[in-house]
């Protein structure tokens, strides 16, 4: 017996003539915890991850329709969903098989076909094939499986048979089909809402009833089904291509916070329906917009939207993934150049201090190296709390906050005059540290379209360190501007300099 997680939430009056919300409850899964809590809308609260299979889990991420480019509202969405996979993947050593479905099919990529006096398969092939060039500039993972809806026609038909026979949709004289809200009581479970359905036609017997078959319209594309001719609908897409290849059971379904009513709560409703059960999706995971200072939501409609490749222009991805990590995946993102400012200025830190490690444990002391046990201790600390606080919903804006502690501490230690030469511990918090990011999907690389050779940086950064020094002692303020200067001009060939009484360090932008 699976055990049920009552759901806290406040009874909403309905103005429409609907059936009211029947509160339901989240089922916990059978199966073996991993340690990990996740938030889960339908319990309102965070829930423990349980999985049938220790060690493996299936995800499924609503993917692009693909009518435009994408922009920095997916690109937020997209990244923030890989860095959770890669937690589940690297910090947990889940198994974890990813799918994402794009959409081919749609009326908007029909309408920009028709504009375009193209082949909507042709529009369709062009953005997809963008959008995974502008994924991998983010460095976001592809998924093991990507299914498109024009591959899967005759499962999305099958799919929709079987609800129809079961009684939960129905066929209208048109030939569109429609799923009967009124017969699945748990309708409305993701918002607990229903007063927000699809616009009402002649055809639907209820307002909250959406199409999981369009009928054939002339002059757009169609296929042959027993009920009539017509094309899948947006929403039944998903569960058709999912069931296919995970079954009855989804351990984690993920997308845009603008899903999670009503594309994901339909989902939920015709899939359960379809496997005749009470729970498909196990966990919902849904990301927060990101917004433009002052505005709303990223999006085309707002006509706000900033593009992959202007942002890449202007931020390395490793930026933006900063940015990412530093807020929290289930709350909106205000995109703003203060961000951008503050995510870059957080990633130079990581940066100087893995160089400064590097020149610590290589400099020319003679004393031996000893251990620094309280240093060791900080260590350990941060690396059970990163643990703990990843395992509390993926909270990696803490983490981050933790390994800047740690740098600080470490910072203090290198940088005493006349101190005792502490090289493990050093170079430990640096590989741990290294390794944090990296398991973030951060590439902590320089940037390549720097022409200036580094051996050439070094020799500059070496010099101007020496007379800045000198500068210090004689308090001559007139080369010491002269410094800045050069110090600034770096900047304009994307090198930042830390200056330091003992070794000086840079990184590229």
């Given at each position: ?239 058709a291509m999912v069931s296919k290849f995970f079954g009855s059971q989804l351990d984690f379904h993920a997308g845009g916070i603008d899903l999670q009513f009503p594309h994901h709560e339909n989902e939920e409703a015709q899939s359960c329906s379809f496997h005749n059960t009470r729970q498909w999706a196990n966990y919902w995971i849904h990301i927060g917009h990101l917004q433009l200072k002052g505005d709303n939501k990223m999006s085309k409609s707002l006509k706000n939207t900033v593009s992959i490749p202007q942002m890449l222009s202007q931020h390395s991805a490793d930026t933006f993934r900063m940015a990412c990590l530093m807020s ?182």
């Amino acid at each position: 017996m699976r055990k049920i997680v009552p759901v806290f939430s406040r009874k909403l009056s309905h103005v429409c003539s609907l059936k009211p919300y029947k509160e339901t409850k989240w089922m916990m899964p059978n199966g073996n915890p991993i340690g990990a809590y996740v938030y889960n809308c339908v319990a309102d609260q965070k829930v423990p991850v349980i999985l049938n299979d220790p060690n493996i889990a299936t995800w499924y991420s609503c993917g692009p329709t693909v009518y435009d480019s994408a922009h920095l509202g997916h690109a937020s969405c997209y990244v923030k969903i890989d860095i959770l996979q890669r937690i589940l993947k690297e910090f947990f050593k889940i198994k974890l098989v990813t799918a994402m479905g794009v959409t081919d099919i749609d009326d908007k990529i029909i309408k920009k076909a028709k504009e375009t006096k193209s082949d909507f398969r042709t529009i369709a092939k062009q953005y997809e094939h963008e959008f995974w060039l502008d994924m991998a500039s983010l460095n976001i993972e592809k998924p093991l499986i990507v299914v498109r809806v024009s591959d899967h026609v005759n499962t999305i038909e099958t799919f929709i048979q079987k609800i129809i026979e079961s009684g939960m949709a129905y066929v209208t004289k048109d030939g569109s089909v429609y799923f009967d809200t009124v017969k699945y009581n748990a309708y409305g479970k993701l918002q607990k809402m229903q007063d927000a359905g699809e616009p009402a036609d002649q055809y639907k017997r209820n307002k909250m009833d959406f199409t999981l078959w369009k009928a054939h319209k002339p002059g757009e594309p169609s296929w042959k089904a027993s009920w009539g001719e017509g094309r899948p609908g947006w929403h039944i897409e998903c569960s058709a291509m999912v069931s296919k290849f995970f079954g009855s059971q989804l351990d984690f379904h993920a997308g845009g916070i603008d899903l999670q009513f009503p594309h994901h709560e339909n989902e939920e409703a015709q899939s359960c329906s379809f496997h005749n059960t009470r729970q498909w999706a196990n966990y919902w995971i849904h990301i927060g917009h990101l917004q433009l200072k002052g505005d709303n939501k990223m999006s085309k409609s707002l006509k706000n939207t900033v593009s992959i490749p202007q942002m890449l222009s202007q931020h390395s991805a490793d930026t933006f993934r900063m940015a990412c990590l530093m807020s929290n995946y289930r709350y909106p993102m205000e995109y703003s150049d203060e961000l951008m400012k503050t995510a870059e200025s957080v990633l130079h830190k990581f940066k100087f201090f893995l160089k400064d490690a590097y020149n610590y444990v290589n400099n020319n002391a003679t004393e031996n190296g000893d251990y620094k046990y309280q240093l060791l201790d900080s260590l350990q600390n941060v690396e059970e709390l990163n643990l703990k606080v990843l395992r509390s919903d993926f909270d990696t804006a803490s983490c981050i906050n933790n390994l800047l502690n740690l740098v600080i501490k470490t910072n203090r230690l290198m940088k005493l005059e006349n101190s005792e030469f502490y090289p493990i511990p050093v170079l430990l918090i640096a590989e741990y540290i290294t390794n944090v990011l990296t398991k973030f999907g951060l590439k902590l690389q320089e940037s390549s379209d720097n022409e200036v050779p580094n051996n050439l940086i070094d020799t500059l950064v070496e010099f101007r360190h020496t007379v800045r020094l000198n500068a210090l002692n004689r308090k001559d303020k007139e080369l010491l501007s002269a410094c800045d200067i050069v110090r600034d001009q770096m900047k304009a060939i994307k090198v930042q300099i830390n200056d330091s009484e003992k070794t000086p360090s840079w990184v590229l932008k």
